[in-house]
């Protein structure tokens, strides 16, 4: 039912900035938990970035002080920041959905959006 389409993605010098935006249909937004996720070239997928609907934000130790995740419950987006890039960002980026388990059991995830940080 919850489709999330990203945008932002792109090719950028290290030290540069990007911003990834996520953006949902559906209703009942403000309840979802939501995360950025990012798989690097040969590695597991990882935890960059959640908020939850009660707005709590936790941060992987390698982006804290880098990155910002927010959110707009009116335009249904979750938005993540990134600043101060490094080679080693480089990574396919996930927006992640998890409403409450009582509303819907699944979760959801976006098509992914490729980020390159490279001279």
């Known amino acids: 039912q919850v489709q999330l389409v990203e945008s932002g993605g792109g090719l950028v010098q290290p030290g540069g900035s990007l911003r990834l935006s996520c953006t949902a249909s559906g209703s009942a937004f403000s309840i979802y938990d939501l995360a950025w996720y990012r798989q690097p070239p040969g590695k597991q997928r990882e935890l960059v970035a959640a908020?939850?609907?009660?707005?709590?934000?936790n941060y992987a130790d390698s982006v804290k002080g880098r990155f910002t995740i927010s959110r707009d419950n009116y335009k249904n987006t979750v938005t993540l920041q990134m600043d101060t890039l490094k080679p080693e960002d480089t990574a396919v980026y996930y927006c992640?959905?998890?409403?409450?388990?009582?509303?819907?059991?699944?979760?959801?995830w976006g098509q992914g959006t490729q980020v390159t940080v490279s001279s």
């Open positions: 908020v939850t609907r009660e707005g709590n934000i």
């Open positions: 992640n959905a998890v409403p409450p388990s009582w509303y819907n059991p699944n979760d959801f």
